[in-house]
């Protein structure tokens, strides 16, 4: 006897005016359905009125939580969980928050009468071009980055660029760690696009140039989707390009207690892979310098105290054990496409590869 099943996923990420249209889009999915909205103090301050409002009749319940990647963890999704207990099966939960918001409400929505559907309305650039729009989540566990979650896609996700212009810089520079890291391994005239533009882009937090932020950030959301659509539920190997600033950034935001941001984390692990790619002779010094300095510009960091050959051996054997066996370590093949490595990863090798990172770094910024 078998039980065959299949399992087939599609959602609309939606670039839209949310606050210029008052939230319509969100209340017309809402409309019918009985729902919990969960979103911070900080975005309730700046939206929550505005949301109240343009809900007035639909069932619903609104709670404003403090959500960081501290309280991260199945504690607060159990918190969450009490928040939603109320819901019915065809009930509907809605994240409006950062990433860690996305991720914790998509997990109680998970668990919460064996999955409830879940909406997302990502409001920090992080979370519109990467953490907002996947079709994962997960929580932080004894002290490691994300180490519990699920597959657990929204059934939609509402991305509205202009909320970015209420941002802190540094949160900005935490979305482009992200939109260089798919352009790098998948996109080159992306790249340049950002190396054009990147300091107005940084400066008015997305807003302009109009048409080139626009462009830049629908182009980032399609392939990010387009990578996550060929395996989404990796099913068919673990080699994922979007992988690429992934593999040593978990434990070094881990080492820190969670004190440097995944962005942060995301860029430190950019820079040395594309050195450890240069050192392999997959991609030139020069386009690596490049890479260095567009990170620079960008607000990123270059050099960490955590980032040691030790932990970076750690790191690769947490690969290993998370990607089926094999590190699939990404790095540039060029500027506009990556590789996977998976020999020769030893501490000889990441001490290199730190060594070479450093010099680089101590030119473009001494």
Known sequence: MRLSTTREVSYDVEVVNLTGNHFQRLRDLLESRRSTLITTP???HLLG????RSLEGVDFEYHVIQLSEKQKNLQTVQSLCARTSGLERTSVVVAVGGGVCTDLVSMTAAVVRRGLECIRVPTTLIGQVDAGIGLKCGVNYEGLKSRIGLFHPPINVLVDPTILRTLPLEHISYGLAEIIKIAIVTDEELFYQLDEHLEDLLQSRFQNPHHEAANIVRRSIALMLEQLGQNPFEM??????VDFGHTFSPLIESEAGFSIHHGNAVALDMALSSAIGALRGTIS???VERIYRLLHRAGLPLDCPYLTPELCVRAIANAEAHRGGCANLVVPQKIGAGVFLNNGLDRQHMQNG???MGEIVRGIAP
């Open 42 to 44: 900080s975005v309730d």
């Open 236 to 241: 068919e190997g673990y080699q994922r390009l």
């Open 49 to 52: 009125e505005s949301i109240r």
């Open 354 to 356: 730190l060594a070479r």
């Open 285 to 287: 010094w020069k386009e």
